[in-house]
């Protein structure tokens, strides 16, 4: 492997776990480089083949974004032959990577200790709901629950309505992305420093949790629970979303001095700037109100293209709020790598989302497409450490594999 393969190329990770916090590191693993080897149950495998609203050549659209770059290896956990089998694959790895509910690895002897008996160096990641300590530790995990109990539900939306969701899996990705940067840490912790192998105990709840800012805090001192606002934050004006002539929105935020000079200046009014209840930062969010009031006047003798463009000539904060259609026709997405044209065995091509973040010295890259076929790498993952041909056909006619 060489660099030119992704910074992670040589690391081989072993994904156990199904749905999607967990297999999501799996994917950040793969697209820098990392040897991705997913162990699926015999079957069916992960039930994240069949996930997702709307499906294309009646298979899932989701597969083929959280499964590219991995290989997929089935193997029954739940049988004493898989469990062996899965201890000598652990023995090669670099990372072990789980989502199971705490306890369900020790009970088929792969928990961190039984890993770390055979590779001592393993780093050892968990994604859970609560994380493998604390009172919450059994209770099952989806992200509802975590971005729930973190506070982040209940600051979303508007006051006096329920509390509502994002319309993707937020908890899960928040999740998935702390467990790769502790991931991240753990091998320069090994590689860089010499420490040995050590478990990443991720969890939904506490990735949510570190997003709510000074929420809590601002409770213990002043007694004020921070409510949710809808679509601004109080006292940081202007800053808001707008409703333009065609009946499209836009952001708008120019909560700061020279931006709010300069977008005077573009509504016809630069004597805003210096307006005693517009002129500082303080008296803004005092008129916060009338602000939005000024501003969505003016957005709205404009279409959502020209707020776009006059807006940002004037180097002051603006971007349109845009569906799916709308990513997909701007280039910008294109040029900037965030969609990319790939090749899919099921859905032909499509464009994939991309890599992020972009290095420009060892970028990320989706080297291959998913496996639809359940257990496609069976064969040669195996055979890699010493199981042959002869012996696999003998396990998968047993179930094990």
């Known amino acids: 492997m060489s660099l030119e393969d992704g910074p992670l190329s040589g690391l081989r990770v072993l994904e156990f776990g199904q749905l ?20 699926e149950a015999p079957g069916a495998g992960d039930a994240m083949r069949d996930w997702g609203r709307l499906r294309h050549n009646d298979r899932s659209l989701w597969w083929s974004v959280l499964a590219r770059n991995k ?8 049988e004493e032959r898989g469990q ?3 201890r000598q694959l652990v023995a090669t790895a670099d990372v072990v990577l789980e989502n199971f509910r705490p306890g369900t690895m020790e009970r088929w002897g792969l928990g961190p200790e039984d890993v770390h008996a055979v590779n001592p160096g393993a780093i050892y990641a968990r994604v859970t709901g609560y994380g493998q300590t604390g009172s919450y530790r ?37 999740a998935a992305q702390s467990a790769f940067q502790g991931i991240l840490l753990a091998l320069y912790a090994r590689d860089a420093r010499g420490a040995a192998g050590q478990v990443v105990d991720a969890s939904i709840a506490d990735a949510c949790f570190a997003m709510m800012e000074s929420t809590v805090v601002e409770y213990e001192k002043t007694g004020v629970i921070r409510e949710p606002t809808g679509p601004r934050l109080p006292r940081i004006a202007p800053s808001n979303v707008y409703q333009a002539k065609d009946g499209k929105w836009v952001v708008i935020a120019a909560n700061h001095d020279t931006l709010w000079k300069r977008l005077a200046v573009v509504m016809g009014h630069p004597d805003f700037a210096d307006d005693p209840r517009f002129a500082t930062h303080h008296a803004r969010g005092e008129n916060e109100d009338l602000l939005d009031e000024i501003i969505g006047a003016f957005a709205a003798q404009h279409t959502a293209a020209e707020l776009d463009e006059i807006v940002n000539a004037a180097g002051v904060v ?20 965030l969609l990319v044209a790939h090749e899919d065995e099921v859905h ?13 010295g060892t970028p990320g890259r989706i080297r291959r497409a998913a496996r639809w076929t359940v257990g496609a790498d069976t064969e040669d993952v195996l055979g890699g450490i010493g199981i042959e041909d002869a012996e696999i056909a003998t396990l998968r006619e047993g179930g094990i594999v």
């Not at 290989?71 to 739940?78: E, G, H, I």
């Not at 032909?348 to 420009?360: A, D, F, H, R, Y």
């Open 138 to 174: 059994e209770r099952a995990g989806f992200a509802a629950g975590g971005e729930a109990i973190a506070g982040l539900r209940y600051i979303n939306g508007y006051p006096d309505q329920a509390p509502p969701r994002t319309g993707i899996s937020l908890g899960d990705t928040l």
């Open 71 to 78: 290989s997929s290896v089935t193997l029954n956990l739940r």
């Open 20 to 39: 999607l916090a967990g297999p999501y590191v799996g994917t950040l693993l793969s697209d820098f480089g990392a040897d991705v080897v997913k162990i």
């Open 318 to 337: 603006c971007a349109p709020v845009y569906t799916a259609q709308d990513i997909y026709d701007d280039p910008w997405f294109r040029e900037r790598g």
């Open 84 to 86: 062996e089998i899965a």
């Open 348 to 360: 032909g091509e499509m464009s994939m989302t991309g890599v992020v973040p972009k290095l420009t």
